[in-house]
Antibody
Framework: EVQLLESGGGLLQPGGSLRLSCAASGFTFSSYSMSWVRQAPGKGLEWVSA????????FYADSVKGRFTISRDNSKNMLYLQVNSLRAEDTALYYCAKDHREDCSGTSCHLFDHWGQGTLVTVSS | DIVMTQSPDSLAVSLGERATINCKSSQSVLYSSNNKNYLAWYQQKPGQPPTVLIYWASTRESGVPDRFSGSGSGTDFTLTISSLQAEDVAVYYCQQYYSTPPTFGPGTKVDLE
């Protein structure tokens, strides 16, 4: 059974930093691209970032480029998101999501078949 | 970026009745090389993460009841719930995965009438 468990969220002041983590199990982690998708309170879904299974390709939304960094450790089945220079508009529930297709690493890969429960990041002074 | 729009914003349907949600993309999400539409539908119930219902515009995900169906091609798509059940009360999102960034529609809230 595929499981994704996010952690690391919290309450921060504007300008703060945090590292979000996603522990994956139940599938061959290194074979799948993984993404972070966020959802502001009461709002819709916004894709944030993705990384290919091997880790050689990364993709970012314009809204976070230069501030957020995605990474993964395939030996530990872990996905990470380093979030820096936080703004109030970054307040959201951050989901870790698994790509549907194995060994898909291009720009048409972001179809998500499993999601974690999310970790909440709140940015407020 | 491809902009996704949905209509209506919300709808209320009686138990057993049909619900229809529309989704439009700002450019075609049909890949000519494989004739596939890179369009998915997700269901999100309150307090839960989204789950995928439909992908390739019309392929039902394993385990999804057959009352859910997807149709359309190019830029115009539809999700149909043929006979609404109480457990279908949720917000439904379309998403294109044709190009990066993947983008979602704003969502359609489905309630019981």
């Amino acid at each position: 059974e595929v499981q994704l468990l996010e952690s690391g969220g919290g309450l921060l002041q504007p300008g703060g930093s945090l590292r979000l983590s996603c522990a994956a199990s139940g599938f061959t982690f290194s074979s799948y691209s993984m993404s972070w998708v966020r959802q502001a309170p009461g709002k819709g879904l916004e894709w944030v970032s993705a990384m290919s299974g091997s880790g050689d390709k990364t993709f970012y939304a314009d809204s976070v480029k230069g501030r957020f960094t995605i990474s993964r450790d395939n030996s530990k089945n872990m996905l990470y998101l380093q979030v820096n220079s936080l703004r109030a508009e970054d307040t959201a529930l951050y989901y870790c999501a698994k790509d549907h297709r194995e060994d898909c690493s291009g720009t048409s890969c972001h179809l998500f078949d499993h999601w974690g429960q999310g970790t909440l990041v709140t940015v407020s002074s | 970026d491809i902009v996704m729009t949905q209509s209506p914003d919300s709808l209320a349907v009686s138990l057993g009745e049909r619900a229809t949600i529309n989704c439009k993309s700002s450019q075609s999400v049909l890949y000519s090389s494989n004739n596939k539409n890179y369009l998915a539908w997700y269901q999100q119930k309150p307090g839960q993460p989204p789950t995928v219902l439909i992908y390739w515009a019309s392929t039902r995900e394993s385990g999804v009841p057959d009352r859910f169906s997807g149709s359309g091609s190019g830029t115009d798509f539809t999700l149909t719930i043929s006979s609404l059940q109480a457990e279908d009360v949720a917000v439904y999102y379309c998403q294109q995965y044709y190009s990066t960034p993947p983008t979602f529609g704003p969502g359609t809230k489905v309630d019981l009438e």
